[in-house]
T-cell receptor, first 115, second 111 residues
């Protein structure tokens, strides 16, 4: 069965610190990978996605993620966080089998950035 | 354009009552998803509609939960005989390809 693991449930950083949030998935076939973000009081929205090609993808607000197929990982990074990055971050995996799409989200990581 | 809308935004009900939650997806989006977001549980997939295909109901937690999508657009999630453990935020998302666009959610509180 497809699964997504986010190892960090709650991360607290000071402004300007570097960020890396882990995401590992289990699925043997082709997948599309996503990071979604939910800012306080707002909807979930797409941060970045990987379908194919360059495994290093860049998203909005200076975020990037690297797909490492051999490690089944898609970690999210940002060199220098800001207070406005305080949010909950969700990793998600899409796979296709038998004409059906299967979507699985991780349990989320709450990031708190201290000014 | 308009995003995904959900109604009501908040619903308080008594244990044992039935509730209906509504989702209006983005016009033209063929796929529609329902999720449940509970404290500390992340996003729990409930059901997925894709065009005219049979829905993927594999995430529905019990037979008290059902959903339908009329005319390939609006969807209703129905919870019968609500229980306190059904209290959560119910999120709807729609997509045309792979990226999902989420609504604001309905916060359900079962007393």
């Amino acid at each position: 069965a497809q699964s997504v693991s986010q190892h960090n449930h709650h991360v607290i950083l000071s402004e300007a610190a570097s960020l890396e949030l882990g995401c590992n998935y289990s699925y043997g076939g082709t997948v599309n990978l996503f990071w979604y973000v939910q800012y306080p009081g707002q909807h979930l929205q797409l941060l970045l996605k990987y379908f194919s090609g360059d495994p290093l993808v860049k998203g909005i607000k200076g975020f990037e993620a690297e797909f490492i197929k051999s490690k089944f990982s898609f970690n999210l990074r940002k060199p220098s966080v800001q207070w406005s990055d305080t949010a909950e971050y969700f990793c998600a995996v899409n796979s296709y089998s038998g004409g059906y799409q299967k979507v699985t989200f991780g349990t989320g990581t709450k990031l708190q950035v201290i000014p | 354009g308009a995003g995904v809308s959900q109604s009501p935004s908040n619903k308080v009900t008594e244990k044992g009552k039935d509730v209906e939650l509504r989702c209006d997806p983005i016009s033209g989006h063929t796929a529609l998803y329902w999720y449940r977001q509970s404290l500390g549980q992340g996003l729990e997939f409930l059901i997925y509609f894709q065009g005219n295909s049979a829905p993927d109901k594999s995430g529905l937690p019990s037979d008290r939960f059902s959903a339908e999508r009329t005319g390939g657009s609006v969807s209703t999630l129905t919870i019968q005989r609500t229980q306190q453990e059904d209290s959560a935020v119910y999120l709807c998302a729609s997509s045309l390809l792979d990226t999902q666009y989420f609504g604001p959610g309905t916060r359900l509180t079962v007393l």
